[in-house]
C-alpha cells in the first residue's frame, strides 16, 4: 500500500474513506486510476457492481445476452473527469458519498474501523448521526437500531444487496454480524440516489448496508486474513478468511468465526438511594459464524454470485437489575441459516438487469426458570425472497428502473394457541433519476401488497399503500456548496408478533405510518498544503409518525393498539477535517451531532402530550481523532456523547436518564513481512470506568481492554 499518492500530494491511505465519503474534494476534478487502486479527489468514479441472483428461469433466459466486452471509456460525473490507463486491474467498492447525495449518507471502511478500534458493527454505527443504538449490555447484549427516532422497526439492514429481515419481531439484532470480513458499512437515510435496487430496499425510512470483503489479488491466486481477538471478560475471538482463485472468472472464499466470553464484569449503580456493587451474571455467550461465497465473471457483462450463511449462537440473558435482585436464568439460543444467489448483466451502455433469489430459516428456543416454574418456548420462520430490477437510460441524462420482489413467510412456535400465520409480500418500484453535472433529481413509487393466511383463528385483512420519495441535490455555485431536499412516505406492516401473539396481539392492527423531510447543505474544500480538505453537512429533518403501534392496558390485558402520533424536528451535523503535517504524519478528525426533538403529539390532553418520546436524547454526538504516524504506527482516540432522557413516554424525575460519556484509545503497528502484512492493536475502552445505562437497568461494562492480531499472506 505505500507509495500511492493522490493528486493532492498526499498517500491515499491517510485518507480513510470514512473522512472522504464525508469530504470528497475537487481540486482539479481529475482522479487517477491506477496500479489497481483508486484516489478519490471528487466522486468516487470507480464502481464494482453488487451481485445479485435470479430466479433459475431467469438465470437460463438471460445468459445468451451477452455480448462482447464493454470498451471502456471516460465518464463525467459531477464535473469530475476519470482518466483510465490501460492494462490495469481495477478492485473497488461503489462507495456513496455525502457530499454528492441527495439524502443524508454516512459510511466507514474496514481500514477505518480497524484504525478507530472499533470492536463491532454497533460501536461503529455510534459514530454515525442521527443514530440510536439500544444497547442491552455485554458481548452478548441484543442490539437494535433506530434511525432518527422511528424505532428499529422502521430500519431497514442489507447484507450484500440483499435485505435481512425478521417478520417476527420486524427488527435486526445487529450484534449477529462481526467486523472481521466486512469491508464497508454505510447508512442511508431516506430516498437513496442509486435507483438500481430491489423494491424491498425502497421499503424502510433508513437502512444499514453491509458488504462483505472481497480478496486484493495483487498478482496472487489466494489471500488469507486471520484474526485473533481477546480481551476483558474472557473473550477469545478468533476468524478465518481464506479467498481463492480459480482461472481468471472464477473465485471461491470461505470464513469462519468463533467468539466466546463469560460477560461477568463488576458493575456499580444506584436503584434510588441504594447502592448496588455486583457482578452480571448469565451474560456468557458462544457464537459460531461461518460464510462460503463463489464469485463467477463469466463474461465482461455478466456477474453470478452465491453466499451460504450460518450462525448459531448461545447466550445468556442477563435481564435488568430491579431492587438489586441480579438473578436471571433465560437462555437464548438461535440459528440462522440462509444461502442466496445474485445475477447481474449489464446487456448494454443503456440496459441492465439484475435478479437475486434467497432462502432463509431462523429458529430460535428460549429457556427461562422464573419463580412460577421452568418455561421453553420454540420459534421457527422460513423465508422465501425474490427479487427483479431492471435499469435503462432511454435519453441522455436519464435514468429509469423498474423493480419487482416477492417474499413468503411462515412463522411457527410452540406457543399454545399458536395460529401459524403465513405472510405472502408483493413489493413493485418504479424509479427515475435526471442527472446533470450541477443538479440531480430522483424520483421512487412504491407499491406493497400484502396477504396473510393462517391455520387457526382470524387473519388480518392484508395491507396495501403506495409511498412516494424524492430528492434533490442543487451546485448553484463553482464553489463546493452543494444544496438538497428530500422526502419520503413509508410506513412499516405490523410484525407477526403485534398481530397474533398471545392474547396481545390485534389482527385489526393498521400499518405505522411516516412521513420524513430533511433539507440541508454539504459543503467541502482543500484550504492548504496542510489542511488537505475540510468537508461540513448540516441537514434539517422533520417526521411525522401517525397509527403508531403500542401497547395499550385494557381491562384485563395488554393489547397492541393504533394510538401514537409522534412529530419530530432535528438537525444532524457532520464535519471532517485531514491535516497532512509531513510525508509520514497526518491527523484524520471527525465530529458528528444531533438534535432531535421527538414529541408525542397523540392526546393534547394527555399526560404524555409533548413530551420527548422514551429513550430519545435532544442531544447526542461523537469525534474520532486519528493520528498517523511514521513506521505505519496510528493512534485513535473515540468519545461518544448521549445526552439526558426518560425510560417512558411521561417525562417525570423519577424517570430521567442522566447524560454520559464514553472515551476510548487504540493504538496499532503494522509489520511488513515480505508480502504479508502483521498488524497488531491494543484498545482500552470506557476509559472513565463508569457502567452507564442504555437501556434502564442495564449497565454496560466498565473500563476494558481489547488486543487484536490480524495477519494477513
Known sequence: MSGRRSCLGCKSEDLPLFFGVLGCFEEGGEVLILNGLWADVGVCLVREMRVRLLYPVLLMAVFPLSGVAQALHETDTAGTRATVLDNVEVVARNIPSNMLSGSPVQAMTHADMQRMGVTDISDALKHFSGIQVRDYGGVGGLKTVSIRGLGAQHTGVSYDGVQIGDAQSGQVDISRFTLDNVSLLYLTIGQQDDIF??????????????????????????????????????????????????????????????????????????????????????????????????????????????????????????????????????????RNYFVQMAYENDISAKLKLKTAVKYNYSWQRDFDIPASGPTEDRFRQNEVYATTTVMAQPVRHVSVSLAEDFQ???????????????????????????????????????????????????????????????????????????????????????TLNDLYYLLIGNTNLRPEKTRQWNIGATWNRRLSTTISYVALTVDGYLGNVTDKIVAVPTMFIWKMMNVGTVHTLGVDVTASTNLQWTADWSTNIVLTYNYMRAKDKTTPNGSTYSHQIAYTP??????????????????SYNLLYTGTRYTTGYNSRDHHMPAFLDHSISVGKMFRIGRTELTVRASALNLYGRNYEIIRFYPMPGRNYRVSIHYKF
Not at 395460529?419 to 424520483?443: D, E, G, I
Open 197 to 334: 435496487l430491489s423494491a424491498r430496499q425502497y421499503a424502510s425510512a433508513g437502512t444499514i448496508n453491509i458488504e462483505t470483503m472481497r480478496p486484493e489479488w495483487d498478482g496472487k491466486a489466494s489471500e488469507t486474513n486471520a484474526h485473533l481477538k481477546t480481551g476483558s471478560y474472557g473473550m477469545v475471538n478468533p476468524s478465518l478468511l481464506y479467498a481463492r482463485r480459480l482461472g481468471k472468472k472464477l473465485t471461491l472464499s470461505a470464513y469462519l468465526s468463533y467468539l466466546h466470553a463469560d460477560g461477568a464484569y463488576k458493575f456499580h449503580m444506584m436503584n434510588g438511594n441504594k447502592s448496588i456493587d455486583e457482578k452480571r451474571n448469565n451474560s456468557d455467550i458462544a457464537t459460531w459464524r461461518g460464510e462460503f461465497n463463489l464469485a463467477w465473471h463469466i463474461t465482461d457483462r455478466q456477474r453470478l454470485a452465491m453466499k451460504a450463511y450460518l450462525f448459531d449462537s448461545k447466550r445468556g440473558l442477563p435481564g435488568g437489575v430491579i431492587y438489586d435482585n441480579t438473578y436471571s436464568a433465560e437462555r437464548l439460543t438461535d
Open 408 to 494: 413468503h413467510n411462515y412463522l411457527s412456535t410452540t406457543l399454545s394457541n399458536c395460529p401459524y400465520p403465513t405472510r405472502n409480500s408483493s413489493f413493485t418500484a418504479l424509479a427515475a433519476r435526471y442527472k446533470l453535472q450541477n443538479f440531480t433529481a430522483t424520483a421512487s413509487l412504491l407499491y406493497t401488497h400484502i396477504c396473510e393466511t393462517v391455520k387457526t383463528g382470524d387473519a388480518s385483512k392484508g395491507f396495501h399503500r403506495l409511498s412516494p420519495a424524492f430528492s434533490m441535490l442543487w451546485q448553484p455555485f463553482k464553489e463546493n456548496l452543494r444544496l438538497r431536499l428530500s422526502y419520503k412516505d413509508i410506513f412499516r406492516t405490523p
Open 618 to 635: 435532544k442531544n447526542a454526538g461523537s469525534a474520532a481523532v486519528m493520528l498517523r504516524c511514521p513506521r505505519e504506527i496510528d493512534l
